[in-house]
């Protein structure tokens, strides 16, 4: 099972410096108490929520320590799926032509061939409801949040996927990895109230986000909008905790996120720490302890 954690959010107050030297600090508390791995965001000109503008200069100096503007929004899956084939033509070494609506390649080939066959593994977010089994046909690794589905649609849309999956006849039943705000705390009470401004304002900041999709035409259809932003508004904080997270002790993480890998199938988690930004630091290392220290060993021994 891989388990990693997501760096995007700074910390409210702190300069940028201090928000590259914190995402640094958790890259290195989490190879050294070990986690798989470290994904990270990238955000651009907002500024007060994040200075990941540059994720893979970010990754490649933590690896040394340890898009193109002007186009429709409505474009990108569409743009996506050329890409991808590209790629996948690209790397099995021969010359190709491509011609789609977007990109055009004209006898072309690219070397060095990757050493895993056919390619690398990938994997593809999905938020929307058709991607789900776009992505189980196109044999590609899932990686899934709780920011615009709460886990019972989450768990319709994963039963969609793995129908896609095995229609496409690839072998196995696909993967899955989660994206989840996790809190942890000696206590209940703690665990449980600590993190309630956090989450509860990241989830307003989502609302915002949510409803400024409205007014355009290229993101989605707009009664998936609508509803997205009805189900946000009517959300309390025990609902968000009952679909959207998972806070508690270290026993009590350890049935939580037991319960969602067997419910859901899944094959990994990637944590989010510190989804609205508010907490201090020494709050996200004790989660990141008692998760590495108590709660992993249980579910991967």
């Not at 954690?5 to 290195?28: D, H, K, N, P, Q």
């Not at 743009?79 to 032509?97: S, T, Y």
């Not at 307003?204 to 290229?218: A, F, K, M, N």
Request: charged share 30%; hydrophobic share 40%; with cysteine.
């Amino acid at each position: 099972m891989h388990v990693g954690i997501f760096v995007e959010e700074r910390r409210r107050g702190t300069s940028e410096a201090t928000a590259f030297a914190e995402a640094l600090e958790l890259a290195e508390a989490s190879e050294a108490w070990g986690l798989d791995g470290v994904w990270l965001g990238e955000i651009h000109f907002n500024p007060w929520r994040s200075v990941q503008s540059a994720p893979m200069n970010l990754a490649a100096f933590m690896a040394a320590r340890t898009n193109r503007f002007g186009i429709a929004y409505g474009e990108s899956q569409p743009r996506f799926e050329e890409a991808l084939a590209i790629m996948r033509e690209a790397w099995k070494g021969e010359r190709f032509d491509y011609e789609g609506k977007f990109f055009t390649v004209r006898d072309t080939v690219v070397s060095p061939t990757p050493l895993q066959k056919p390619h690398p593994p990938l994997r593809m977010a999905a938020n929307s409801r058709e991607t789900f089994p776009w992505v189980g046909r196109a044999g590609l690794r899932l990686f899934v949040g709780l920011r615009d589905v709460d886990l019972p649609e989450l768990r319709e849309n994963l039963k969609a996927y793995r129908q896609a999956w095995r229609d496409a006849g690839h072998p196995g039943n696909g993967d899955v990895c989660l994206r989840i705000p996790v809190y942890a705390a000696p206590t209940e009470q703690e665990a449980l109230e600590e993190p309630r401004e956090n989450i509860t304002y990241f989830f307003e900041r989502h609302q915002e986000l949510t409803r400024t999709r409205l007014g355009r035409d290229d993101t989605g259809p707009l009664e998936r909008h609508e509803a997205r932003l009805a189900k946000l508004r009517a959300m309390d904080y025990d609902e968000i905790l009952e679909k959207r997270v998972a806070f508690g002790t270290a026993s009590m993480l350890k049935e939580r996120l037991g319960t969602l890998t067997s419910d859901l199938g899944l094959d990994g988690f990637i944590v989010e720490l510190n989804p609205g930004g508010l907490l201090p630091m020494d709050r996200m290392l004790r989660t990141l302890r008692i998760l590495t220290h108590e709660v992993l060993p249980a579910l991967k021994g």
